[in-house]
């Protein structure tokens, strides 16, 4: 036991100087350069380089004295802890202040720009989170199992509502591949008087309902501005996340500080994803329902059929099951006479799950259909979205099959990427890997627990569990596959939420005891814990910056040492955001005389009123074409390339187009050549650039004066 011991300090203290080393080198590629003195240092920079490695060695010894000096490590505990008594409730303010203060270097600074080096943020991640957990550390003990955790869960959740909220600011133009269309999908149930188009017209848009219908809820309020629909878009990403993890483990709500880690665990967990906000409202009225009176839960439960199958149709059956995984495991099969009630439940329950996600959607819409005529069509897709955004392009459906046979109807629309399963260009590690990462750590502790009887299972309630998240796990992993996904983990949402399920449930039958008591859980198990929360949140501490210190570019590229000719990604400074708008607007106004205008991408600027004078063209949508080349339909593209070849529009505004074919070492390669082939070489055939306005990513095409014979040309 004491070798053991002694290699686990040994490990420690090796780590330490290691992340130590690579900090320390990543602040000599930042201060190197700025300068002559004493190398190619400026006094500042040479200076402060000096003084990090000087704290960097005192810290080390820090380090070793604690591990290895029994003496030193006694004399150092009683100071602090001496230190941490005198504070009295000051500590808490220093608490907060210093909890928050990470994020606001890091997305609110300049120097969050410079210092976007990988060891440099982990090392002053692991000094806030120890000095956080030293504050709330009580009695004679220098830290604790419990303030530790409170203290790594809550510095990794600030990181990743930051990642939500990145977005939000009132820039113009499209944030992403897709993100400015996206507004203008979510502005046509509530907004669509903003547009000039026939009122009695059908305006299709390229979205499930339900996802459509959560953004859309901001336009409700008069006169929206972008700023305050991008806040919405942000807190959806958190919010239904925090909601599930607050209703999940209401039954600790008793223990308020237990609840928040309870809610701040769920939130990082399900980001791993990320998961869209309405399968996790749905997850929530699952939730709801689980140990209700059946006068709740079956409203809940089916409400939650209904609300996943509208959002995406693949989700019809996950409630369903969800609460039978859930109600299954409630039941101690301990006595025989137990049995009967528990089981009829959860079959129940999940009865009106599929009744809700299969039958109740189908009713509601054909009843509509029956009473009226909707001025508002959402096309009925599932889950449509950006390459770039990394969501799966997926072609209209439109009858409801079981989920195997969507599987099967995919595999023969659209190609299957299998090589995105491991690590590739578009997705580091690839689907397996990350989702290893994700949710393997959670495994072994349900694994554990069931293993060592902490949590009693039979074999009922085992294959109730297993059989589903089999179900899921499955269907993921091929979905993951398709063309336009496997950029994230997105498609094994349903796992995912079926996996935390099961860890409530065990949870609340016997885990909570064993993770809670430092005494009982192995040091390995441990580090599995904290594994799980550090690689939740260690892409979103890596990422997060300010965009907004664009009037200092040449200064921060020095500093961040870009290969000439690269610069630093900033939002343009609004002086060149101003003279884009003026100068999109002032060639709408020329070309609304002569024709149609497409705003193939961009719609957002129509949204919020940055353009005006515009008669809406629906038609052509970016993520729409985008879904229709992944699936090569012809069909669908003879009607647009008449289009262009009639020069139906005077003016088209775009993205920058580009002809070049790419393979799989590329990032979305193969959806970057079917955009090419489809859109790309047919626009840029019959129509021109005019004017390239590169800084805010758009382009202003025209037709071709001279004719042009783009037969050979076509697919």
Same mark, same amino acid.
């Given at each position: 036991?004491?070798?053991?011991?002694?290699t686990?300090?040994?490990l420690?203290?090796?780590?330490?100087?290691w992340? $130590?080393?690579q900090?320390?080198?990543?602040f000599?590629?930042?201060?190197?350069?700025?300068?002559?003195?004493?190398g190619?240092?400026?006094?500042?920079?040479?200076i402060?380089?000096?003084?990090?490695?000087?704290?960097s060695?005192?810290l080390?010894?820090?380090?070793?004295s604690?591990?290895f000096?029994e003496?030193a490590?006694?004399?150092?505990?009683?100071?602090?802890?001496r230190?941490?008594?005198k504070l009295?409730?000051?500590?808490?303010v220093?608490?907060?202040?210093i909890?928050?203060?990470?994020l606001y270097f890091f997305?609110?600074t300049?120097w969050?720009?410079?210092?976007?080096?990988?060891?440099i943020?982990?090392?002053?991640?692991?000094?806030?989170?120890?000095i956080?957990?030293?504050?709330?550390s009580?009695g004679?003990?220098?830290?604790g199992w419990?303030?530790f955790?409170a203290?790594?869960?809550?510095?990794?959740?600030l990181?990743s509502?930051?990642?939500s909220?990145?977005?939000?600011?009132?820039y113009?133009f499209?944030?992403?591949?897709?993100e400015?269309?996206? $507004?203008?999908?979510y502005?046509?149930i509530?907004?669509?008087?903003r547009?000039?188009?026939?009122p009695?017209?059908?305006i299709?848009?390229?979205?499930?309902f339900g996802r459509?219908?959560?953004?859309?809820?901001?336009f409700?309020?008069?006169?929206?501005?972008?700023?305050?629909?991008?806040?919405?878009?942000?807190?959806i990403? !958190?919010?239904p996340?925090?909601?599930?993890?607050a209703?999940?483990?209401?039954f600790e709500?008793?223990?308020?500080?237990?609840?928040?880690?309870?809610?701040l665990w769920t939130?990082l967990f399900?980001?791993?994803g990320?998961?869209?906000?309405p399968?996790?409202?749905?997850? !929530?009225?699952?939730?709801?329902?689980w140990?209700?009176?059946l006068?709740?839960?079956?409203?809940?439960i089916?409400?939650a059929?209904?609300f996943?199958?509208v959002?995406r149709f693949t989700w019809?059956?996950?409630p369903g099951m969800?609460i039978?995984?859930?109600e299954i495991?409630s039941?101690?099969f301990?006595?025989r006479?137990?049995v009967?009630?528990?089981?009829?439940?959860?079959?129940?329950?999940?009865?009106f799950?599929?009744l809700g996600?299969v039958?109740l959607?189908?009713?509601?819409?054909s009843?509509?259909?029956?009473?009226q005529q909707p001025?508002?069509?959402?096309?009925v897709?599932?889950?449509p979205a950006?390459v770039?955004?990394?969501?799966e392009l997926?072609e209209?459906?439109?009858?409801y099959p079981?989920?195997i046979?969507?599987v099967?109807?995919?595999?023969?629309?659209?190609?299957?990427?299998?090589?995105?399963?491991?690590?590739?260009?578009?997705y580091?590690?690839g689907?397996?890997l990350?989702?290893?990462?994700?949710?393997g750590?959670v495994?072994?502790?349900l694994l554990y627990?069931?293993?060592?009887?902490?949590?009693?299972?039979?074999?009922l309630?085992r294959?109730?569990l297993?059989?589903?998240?089999l179900?899921?796990?499955?269907v993921?992993?091929?979905v993951?596959?398709k063309?336009?996904?496997?950029?994230?983990?997105?498609?094994?949402?349903?796992?995912?939420i079926?996996?935390?399920?099961?860890?409530?449930?065990a949870?609340?039958?016997?885990?909570r005891?064993?993770? $809670?008591?430092?005494?009982?859980?192995?040091?390995?198990?441990k580090?599995v814990?904290?594994?799980?929360i550090?690689n939740s949140s260690?892409?979103?501490?890596?990422?997060?910056?300010s965009f907004e210190y664009?009037?200092?570019i040449?200064?921060?590229?020095?500093l961040?040492?870009?290969?000439?000719?690269?610069?630093?990604?900033?939002?343009?400074v609004?002086q060149?955001v101003?003279?884009?708008? $003026?100068?999109?607007q002032?060639?709408?106004?020329i070309?609304?005389?002569?024709?149609e205008?497409l705003?193939?991408d961009?719609?957002?600027?129509?949204?919020?009123?940055?353009?005006t004078?515009?008669?809406?063209v629906p038609e052509?949508?970016?993520?729409h074409l985008?879904?229709?080349?992944l699936?090569?339909?012809?069909n669908?593209?003879?009607?647009?390339?008449?289009?262009?070849?009639?020069h139906r529009f005077?003016?088209?505004?775009?993205?920058p187009?580009?002809?070049p074919?790419?393979?799989?070492?590329?990032q979305?390669?193969e959806?970057?050549?079917a955009? !090419?082939?489809?859109?790309?070489?047919?626009v840029l055939?019959?129509?021109e650039?005019k004017?390239?306005?590169?800084?805010?990513g758009?382009?202003?095409?025209v037709?071709?004066?001279?004719?042009?014979d783009c037969?050979?040309?076509l697919?």
């Amino acid at each position: 036991m004491k070798s053991v011991f002694e290699t686990r300090k040994t490990l420690l203290a090796g780590v330490s100087v290691w992340i $130590l080393w690579q900090a320390g080198n990543e602040f000599h590629q930042i201060a190197w350069g700025t300068g002559v003195w004493l190398g190619e240092f400026s006094p500042t920079w040479g200076i402060l380089f000096i003084g990090f490695v000087v704290v960097s060695v005192l810290l080390w010894i820090g380090v070793v004295s604690l591990l290895f000096n029994e003496h030193a490590a006694s004399s150092i505990t009683r100071w602090v802890i001496r230190i941490r008594k005198k504070l009295g409730v000051l500590r808490w303010v220093l608490w907060l202040g210093i909890s928050l203060s990470p994020l606001y270097f890091f997305q609110f600074t300049l120097w969050g720009i410079v210092f976007q080096k990988e060891y440099i943020r982990i090392l002053i991640w692991i000094l806030v989170v120890c000095i956080l957990t030293v504050l709330s550390s009580s009695g004679e003990r220098l830290a604790g199992w419990r303030p530790f955790l409170a203290a790594l869960m809550l510095t990794a959740s600030l990181f990743s509502v930051a990642i939500s909220l990145r977005l939000v600011n009132d820039y113009p133009f499209s944030q992403g591949w897709s993100e400015g269309n996206r $507004l203008w999908d979510y502005s046509i149930i509530f907004g669509r008087e903003r547009y000039d188009y026939p009122p009695e017209k059908d305006i299709p848009v390229f979205l499930d309902f339900g996802r459509q219908f959560i953004g859309a809820l901001p336009f409700l309020i008069p006169n929206l501005t972008i700023d305050m629909a991008r806040l919405w878009v942000g807190l959806i990403q !958190v919010i239904p996340y925090i909601l599930l993890g607050a209703v999940l483990f209401r039954f600790e709500a008793g223990n308020k500080e237990l609840w928040l880690l309870l809610i701040l665990w769920t939130f990082l967990f399900l980001k791993q994803g990320p998961i869209h906000p309405p399968l996790v409202i749905s997850a !929530v009225m699952v939730a709801l329902a689980w140990r209700s009176p059946l006068w709740i839960a079956v409203p809940m439960i089916l409400g939650a059929g209904y609300f996943a199958q509208v959002s995406r149709f693949t989700w019809m059956f996950a409630p369903g099951m969800w609460i039978f995984m859930l109600e299954i495991t409630s039941a101690s099969f301990q006595e025989r006479k137990m049995v009967a009630p528990f089981f009829k439940r959860a079959i129940l329950l999940a009865f009106f799950g599929f009744l809700g996600g299969v039958f109740l959607a189908n009713m509601i819409s054909s009843s509509q259909a029956l009473l009226q005529q909707p001025t508002v069509s959402p096309e009925v897709i599932s889950t449509p979205a950006a390459v770039i955004e990394t969501e799966e392009l997926e072609e209209t459906q439109n009858s409801y099959p079981p989920i195997i046979q969507y599987v099967i109807n995919s595999t023969a629309s659209q190609p299957l990427l299998w090589y995105r399963l491991l690590p590739n260009s578009t997705y580091g590690n690839g689907i397996l890997l990350a989702l290893l990462y994700a949710a393997g750590p959670v495994t072994i502790l349900l694994l554990y627990v069931t293993g060592k009887h902490i949590w009693k299972l039979n074999a009922l309630q085992r294959l109730s569990l297993l059989l589903p998240l089999l179900a899921f796990l499955v269907v993921g992993l091929i979905v993951s596959t398709k063309i336009g996904g496997g950029g994230d983990l997105h498609n094994m949402d349903m796992f995912l939420i079926g996996l935390l399920f099961v860890s409530a449930a065990a949870w609340g039958n016997g885990g909570r005891e064993w993770v $809670l008591d430092e005494n009982k859980i192995p040091d390995l198990l441990k580090a599995v814990i904290v594994f799980s929360i550090i690689n939740s949140s260690i892409g979103p501490l890596q990422v997060i910056r300010s965009f907004e210190y664009g009037e200092d570019i040449d200064r921060i590229n020095i500093l961040r040492d870009m290969p000439r000719g690269e610069t630093v990604e900033m939002l343009p400074v609004q002086q060149v955001v101003d003279d884009a708008l $003026l100068t999109i607007q002032t060639e709408v106004d020329i070309a609304s005389i002569q024709g149609e205008i497409l705003f193939l991408d961009q719609r957002q600027l129509l949204t919020f009123g940055y353009i005006t004078g515009v008669k809406l063209v629906p038609e052509y949508e970016k993520k729409h074409l985008m879904n229709e080349a992944l699936g090569d339909k012809k069909n669908y593209f003879e009607t647009f390339h008449a289009d262009l070849a009639a020069h139906r529009f005077s003016l088209i505004i775009s993205e920058p187009l580009r002809s070049p074919v790419k393979d799989s070492s590329y990032q979305f390669g193969e959806e970057n050549n079917a955009w !090419v082939k489809w859109v790309s070489i047919p626009v840029l055939c019959y129509y021109e650039p005019k004017i390239a306005l590169t800084e805010v990513g758009v382009q202003l095409l025209v037709p071709r004066v001279e004719p042009v014979d783009c037969s050979n040309q076509l697919p």
